[in-house]
């Protein structure tokens, strides 16, 4: 259940940033990609907090929603497995141009989204 609460701050506190500076996260999603470390790290951390959705569900308000949150999660880090990461990268860099407009909007979608995984973890 924690690593679900703790999920849901870090979409608190990253949705803050693309409210408050929705071209400073744009940049910063073309700087992320640019590391070597991108890729695996996508991979790695959805894998992870998939997995801790699924395993902590039943302890939550809402374990059916969690569970499917868990599994798309999962879904996502096995399809980056059988993704380029060239291909990754460039659909990053199309992402933050595509979309630098609407990040703020996107951001408050999110964080009452991190705040209801909050709510739904207690």
Sequence with gaps: MYIIIFFGF???LLSLIMIIKPAYWAN???KFSE???FHPFEIISRFVF???FVL???QTLYPTLMSIIGYGLIAVSVGLLFTPPS???EFALWSAEKFKNYF???GFVSLVFGAF???GAI
């Design 10 to 12: 870090l979409m608190i």
């Design 28 to 30: 910063g999603i073309i």
């Design 35 to 37: 590391k070597s470390w």
């Design 50 to 52: 998939g997995l801790g």
């Design 56 to 58: 902590f569900a039943g």
């Design 87 to 89: 291909k990754h990268r």
């Design 104 to 106: 703020r909007w996107f």
């Design 117 to 119: 995984l909050i709510y």
